[in-house]
T-cell receptor, first 112, second 111 residues
Framework: DAGVIQSPRHEVTEMGQEVTLRCKLI?????LFWYRQTMMRGLELLIY????????DSGMPEDRFSAKMPNASFSTLKIQPSEPRDSAVYFC??????????FGQGTRLTVV | KQEVTQIPAALSVPEGENLVLNCSFT??????LQWFRQDPGKGLTSLLL?????REQTSGRLNASLDKSSGRSTLYIAASQPGDSATYLC??????????FGTGTQLKVEL
């Protein structure tokens, strides 16, 4: 069990380009979360899934952001088109109700 | 809307000291509270999870307490070591394991 694995670890892209962040998950957990971390705003929940179904996407900044969970072991977060203000570290995390959350190592996104 | 505050924002102590990190939250209707550690450039590692019905949890040199009615939690670190240097984050769950995070306490333990 290698834990939650995110790829890429670092991404530098030009404004306007599409960015896809990936998260490979540990089996046996029902909930999947995408967070964004910045110096100014700290850790913010973007969206969470339960049993592969999006439950709450109220934290997604705008329509440029979308997330999918095609199966219990994989999720993606897409930004199209990307903007400089999207630069942040993006984390995915797994957990069940009332259990500890397991975080990936994060993807550091820089949009220039 | 739940708000989580951590005090102090940064702390520097000599090795061997016992220390306390504070976390407060505005809405006491929580399911649980977690303390995490984050090393630079790394993800978050869960340290302790306290359910809303519990008052404290211990793991090694770490002890976390929870006073749900007053909206407070503390993380006590005994006999601090340089390896404890990291950012410590508390997070509360309002259900479905949706976590609201504090801004963290950056700890430095010096030799």
């Amino acid at each position: 069990d290698a834990g939650v694995i995110q790829s890429p670890r670092h991404e530098v892209t030009e404004m306007g380009q599409e960015v896809t962040l990936r998260c490979k998950l540990i089996s046996g957990h029902n909930s999947l979360f995408w967070y964004r971390q910045t110096m100014m705003r700290g850790l913010e929940l973007l969206i969470y899934f339960n049993n592969n179904v999006p439950i709450d996407d109220s934290g997604m900044p705008e329509d440029r952001f979308s997330a999918k969970m095609p199966n219990a072991s994989f999720s993606t977060l897409k930004i199209q088109p990307s903007e400089p203000r999207d630069s942040a570290v993006y984390f995915c995390a797994q957990g069940d109700s009332n259990t500890e959350a397991f975080f990936g190592q994060g993807t550091r996104l820089t949009v220039v | 809307k739940q708000e989580v505050t951590q005090i102090p924002a940064a702390l520097s102590v000599p090795e061997g000291e016992n220390l306390v990190l504070n976390c407060s939250f505005t809405d006491s209707a929580i399911y649980n509270l977690q303390w995490f550690r984050q090393d630079p450039g790394k993800g978050l590692t869960s340290l302790l999870l306290i359910q809303s019905s519990q008052r404290e949890q211990t793991s090694g040199r770490l002890n976390a307490s929870l006073d749900k009615s007053s909206g407070r939690s503390t993380l006590y670190i005994a006999a601090s070591q340089p390896g404890d240097s990291a950012t410590y984050l508390c997070a509360v769950s309002g259900g479905g394991n949706k976590l609201t995070f504090g801004t963290g306490t950056q700890l430095k333990v010096e030799l």
